[in-house]
């Protein structure tokens, strides 16, 4: 079956504890990206990848990192995660940006006290 | 500033047509506009995109309009699974690997 696969789907922790977010998708896409989203401001996105070692800033970087080893895998990282960056978050994939549909993964909320 | 524009809710009753209107005035001659749905916080479900013709398939259709300033979604027949947060978005013209998703529209469909 075709899916965006994030994990933990849920997570609680405390301030400037590292994190990393994992997505991973089975379709072979060039192109992911990762998307925050808040009560009343929609989806923003973070970073986007055009394919492996390509990345690039969205809207919202700031506190973020990401990396693209491999063409399935696309973490998103928090080096020193702020109560700020308590959201939900999606990883996203597609075949080529802008032409093709985006697929999303299921969402991990997190929660920074 | 804004890429699209959506009115923030909607009412529609059971089994009519849900006609979800966006104007995206800022697009360019190459960018399609897509349309996405949210159901609760799950992740957003592509609908349907279109660069200039009507385009329609099982889930929906997607009516643009000549000038491409605006488009509009219809959902045929709407049923209550079809409760959900409406996305229209295009590509950002300065960049065409980010996109704006809006605070799109909340459709309540109604018994």
């Known amino acids: 079956e075709a899916q965006v696969t994030q994990n933990p789907r849920y997570l609680i922790t405390v301030t400037g504890k590292k994190l990393t977010v994992t997505c991973s998708q089975n379709?072979?896409?060039?192109?992911m990206s990762w998307y925050r989203q808040d009560p009343g401001l929609g989806l923003r996105q973070i970073y986007y990848?055009?394919?492996?070692?390509?990345?690039d800033k969205g809207d919202v970087p700031e506190g973020y990192k990401v990396s693209r080893k491999e063409k399935r895998n696309f973490p998103l990282i928090l080096e020193s995660p702020s109560p700020n960056q308590t959201s939900l978050y999606f990883c996203?994939?597609?075949?080529?940006?802008?032409?093709?549909?985006?697929?999303f993964g299921p969402g991990t909320r997190l929660t920074v006290t | 500033d804004a890429k699209t524009t959506q009115p923030p809710s909607m009412d529609c009753a059971e089994g009519r047509a849900a006609n979800l209107p966006c104007n995206h005035s800022?697009?360019?001659?190459?960018?399609?506009v897509y349309w996405y749905r949210q159901i609760h916080s799950q992740g957003p479900q592509y609908i349907i995109h279109g660069l200039k013709n009507n385009e329609t398939n099982e889930m929906a259709s997607l009516i643009i309009t000549e000038d491409r300033k605006s488009s509009t979604l219809i959902l045929p027949h709407a049923t209550l699974r079809d409760t959900a947060v409406y996305y229209c978005?295009?590509?950002?013209?300065?960049?065409?690997?980010?996109?704006?998703f809006g605070s799109g529209t909340k459709l309540n469909v109604k018994p």
């Open positions: 978005i295009v590509r950002v013209s300065s960049d065409f690997n980010k996109f704006y």
């Open positions: 990848s055009m394919n492996v070692e390509v990345t």
């Open positions: 996203a994939s597609s075949r080529e940006p802008g032409v093709s549909e985006q697929y």
């Open positions: 800022t697009i360019s001659g190459n960018e399609y």
């Open positions: 379709m072979n896409h060039e192109y």
